[in-house]
């Protein structure tokens, strides 16, 4: 889903729409939609992990910078095996000095920040399932200092939706690659 096809789900679940079908912009509502996108889309990924898979060739200076979307390791593999012994520190891949090895890393991923200048066509990095959440979070919190319309009923059904989200890195019966995007 993209963030401007999520923008249209919390108009209509705003009811934003006049009588003839036509959206009624509301500055207001328009100016938090991207910033509220961002805090529901990282609410969703710690809740189901974005697992990303990269595939790094050590240079043999001992330190690789990993890409910077890592939030935390699962594995390291190397020829397909599951290898120790190398280390995660500030945002680089400690290896043996000499070490020109190809590896392979799985990886929870964090997603890219969306800002007020994040374009319509960006597509949300958290699977499809929690993509269709991610309305229901941002219509909650448009409604939040509204005094007349409690934001109560979309926030619960976010909650719901979302404790219907797998949550395992690892799938289950061998699926783990459904988690995996890009």
């Known amino acids: 889903m993209t963030l401007g096809e999520a923008k249209r789900k919390v108009l209509m679940l705003l009811d934003e729409y006049s009588a003839l079908g036509e959206v009624r912009v509301d500055a207001d509502i328009d100016a938090k939609m991207n910033d509220f ?3 529901a889309q990282r609410d969703a990924a710690a809740w ?3 697992v990303r898979r990269v595939a790094l060739l050590l240079d043999g200076t001992g330190s690789m910078t990993l890409p910077r979307d890592v939030s935390r390791v699962i594995r390291v593999r190397k020829n397909g095996n599951v290898v120790t012994g190398y280390e995660v520190v500030d945002g680089a891949l400690l290896s043996p000095e000499g070490d ?7 990886y929870i991923a964090s997603p890219e920040a969306i800002s ?6 960006y597509e949300f990095e958290v699977s ?3 993509a269709n959440c991610l309305p229901f979070f941002v219509a909650a919190q448009q409604l939040v200092a509204d005094l007349v319309v409690d934001y109560g009923a979309f ?3 976010y909650l719901q939706m979302r404790a219907l989200l797998p949550r395992s890195t690892m799938g289950s019966g061998g ?7 890009r």
């Open 128 to 130: 499809d399932e929690a």
């Open 175 to 181: 699926a783990r690659q459904s988690l995996y995007r």
């Open 37 to 39: 996108f961002d805090m």
């Open 100 to 106: 020109r090895s190809l590896l392979t890393l799985d």
């Open 155 to 157: 926030y619960n059904l």
């Open 116 to 121: 007020p200048q994040t374009p319509d066509d």
């Open 48 to 50: 189901q992990p974005i």
